[in-house]
């Protein structure tokens, strides 16, 4: 655990200079309005993975293009089966020695722009945080804390006892709560 640490706090102090390099234009998005959203999320129970799919379909229905990115806590993927045309998963196996993820999806990701991004990292996995730090998305959507606050344009508190489908219901419920752009 220790030498993971080390890892992370390395990963944190570079990704800290690439931050820095980040230009996007921050936009409000409410759901009615945002087309494309992407969503962040570790992998590895079911149960999760159930509901991000259900959440998907949902935003599907809408209309809206979707991209998910998953990421497994574990050297290999778990049993359950996913569909590898919808999600994109990675392991701690495309990991570099900082936690940076290196896999063939990260720089088609950082250079995509999306209307929203919903980081439902709820167990704060750094490579997720990487991900959502230096995306280019107009409207960033995570879970509140002291270091997510220059992360993200809308925060959720997740107090304690709070669940993963907490955190989820409550991104939906913001989404749809934001008002509408004006014309001026």
Do not use: C
């Not at 129970?45 to 990421?71: A, S, T």
């Not at 050297?75 to 290196?102: A, G, Q, R």
């Not at 509140?144 to 508190?157: G, P």
């Amino acid at each position: 655990m220790y030498f993971k640490n080390i890892r992370i706090a390395a990963g944190k102090y570079l990704l800290r200079a690439e931050a820095e390099h980040v230009r996007r234009v921050k936009t409000a998005f409410n759901m009615f309005e945002a087309r494309t959203f992407v969503i962040l999320f570790e992998g590895s129970r079911i149960d999760d993975v159930d509901l991000v799919k259900k959440y998907v379909n949902y935003l599907k229905e809408m209309k809206k293009k979707v991209r998910v990115i998953g990421f497994f806590n574990t050297e290999f993927p778990p049993d359950f089966t996913y569909s590898k045309l919808d999600y994109e998963f990675f392991s701690i196996k495309e990991l570099n020695w900082h936690m940076k993820p290196s896999g063939t999806f990260v720089r088609s990701f950082l250079e995509e722009e999306f209307d929203v991004l919903i980081d439902l990292n709820f167990e704060d996995h750094f490579p997720l945080t990487y991900l959502s730090t230096l995306s280019n998305a107009h409207f960033k959507v995570g879970k509140f804390s002291t270091e997510n606050q220059q992360i993200f344009d809308l925060l959720i508190d997740t107090a304690k006892g709070k669940t993963f489908k907490y955190l989820l219901q409550q991104v939906d419920i913001y989404l749809q709560m934001i008002n509408k752009k004006t014309d001026t």
